[in-house]
């Protein structure tokens, strides 16, 4: 007999383990997709209390356990400039977390100041300027520091170009490319002022103390070499210097590590009812991007199946028209397709992974304040 207070071995056993209940297929749907109607999406909005269905003996509080257990990134195609990549069991916050911080918050260097000695195009000063400062540099922001109002510009904060190109009077019209940019190692090569004796040493806009060179392992260069920077006429010339900071994009566009960096959920395409023989065929047809195919029966029929689903747009043609009740279009809430365009300066791969290290200290950070 057990003691007062005390629970059988049986009344224990008949306690449902939040961990195996499951819910019912329409709440597991909307809890865990998105369903696009042909009018309208519907079950956009999440089960965000943790109690939501506790009545049903389901737990669905966040915790770091599940994100551990359920987070995953699934790399599908990687390029030098592009990098794409499933994002599993993750909120739509995190995955827009990251999307901000790459486009705003990596940041990379870029040309900042103009030092125009002569320019004589049909392009102004300012416009000039703001054309070079847009120009991709092959230069790794990890190995610079950022520089303050107060700081000297010197060899780990400041990257120098020079740019010396002229037209000859009588010949043809010049293009001038962003290769035309010189790397100057040693530093500035333009004088503040003239010396005020002949033995003096002239003073430049940067304070080098010793060559870029010694202490990078590549050259530093544009990333591009055909981007039109001017078109110069006969007689025409420009001649300046430019200095490269680093900076990130939220201060300016131009020091934004990415084309775009954009994620979107994965669709999921369900044909509710068999499809089959003509209208097969027209469904087949009507889809922009061919997700459907035609599979043979044995009987000599045709039947449409869902072939490439992750390559649905959500241009909902095919649930529109007399076969659209027959076709469910999803989009799965925790899985992101996520696609990240660099501009150059970093590999996509170096570019997540600093976006990564970013959201960590932010979050260090919030912690600390908090204890």
């Known amino acids: 007999m057990p003691k007062k207070g005390s629970k059988s071995k049986k009344q224990v056993d008949d306690v449902p383990d939040q961990q195996e209940n499951k819910l019912p297929d329409y709440l597991e749907l909307q809890r865990t ?11 956009t ?13 389901v737990d669905n509080s966040v915790s770091v356990e599940k994100f551990c257990k359920n987070f995953k990134i699934d790399v599908k195609r990687i390029t030098q400039d592009d990098m794409e990549f499933d994002m599993i069991g993750v909120d739509a916050s995190i995955a827009n977390a990251f ?26 000063d300012e416009v000039l300027s ?7 540099l092959d230069a790794d922001p990890r190995l610079f520091d950022y520089i303050s109002e107060n700081d000297v510009p010197n060899e780990r904060n400041t990257i120098v170009f020079k740019l010396h190109v002229s037209c000859q009077k009588g010949s043809q019209r010049i293009t001038v490319k962003s290769g035309e940019l010189e790397w100057l190692p040693e530093g500035s090569q333009l004088s503040m002022a003239s010396p005020g004796q002949s033995g003096e040493k002239q003073k430049t806009f940067t304070s080098f103390s010793q060559s870029q060179k010694k202490i990078l392992q590549k050259p530093l260069g544009v990333k591009f070499k055909d981007i039109t920077i001017a078109r110069l006429g006969p007689g025409q010339a420009i001649e300046l210097e430019a200095h490269a900071v680093k900076g990130v994009g939220k201060v300016h566009a131009k020091w934004s590590p990415v084309a775009t960096a954009w994620y979107r959920m994965l669709p999921e395409v369900v044909i509710l009812e068999q499809i089959e023989g003509d209208e097969a065929e027209e469904l087949v047809k009507k889809c922009p991007v061919n997700v459907f195919d035609i599979e043979d029966l044995a009987n000599g029929g045709k039947r449409a199946v ?14 529109m028209g007399p076969s659209g009740e027959k076709i469910q279009l999803r989009r799965v809430r925790d899985h992101f397709i996520f696609t990240i365009e660099s501009t150059g300066a970093l590999p996509p791969e170096v570019l997540f992974t600093e976006a990564v290290k970013i959201l960590e ?9 908090l204890s």
């Open 99 to 124: 999307r901000r911080i790459l486009i705003s918050e990596v940041p990379t260097m870029a040309i900042e100041k103009i030092f125009m000695a002569d320019n004589t195009s049909v392009i102004a």
């Open 33 to 43: 997709r998105v369903v696009c109607n042909a009018d309208a999406p519907i079950h």
């Open 130 to 136: 703001h054309r070079l400062g847009l120009i991709p």
């Open 306 to 319: 869902v072939a490439k689903p992750r390559a649905c747009t959500l241009c909902r043609e095919c649930v």
């Open 45 to 57: 909005q999440g089960f965000q209390y943790s109690g939501a269905f506790a009545a049903m003996g």
């Open 361 to 369: 200290e932010k979050c260090e950070k919030v912690i600390s304040e």
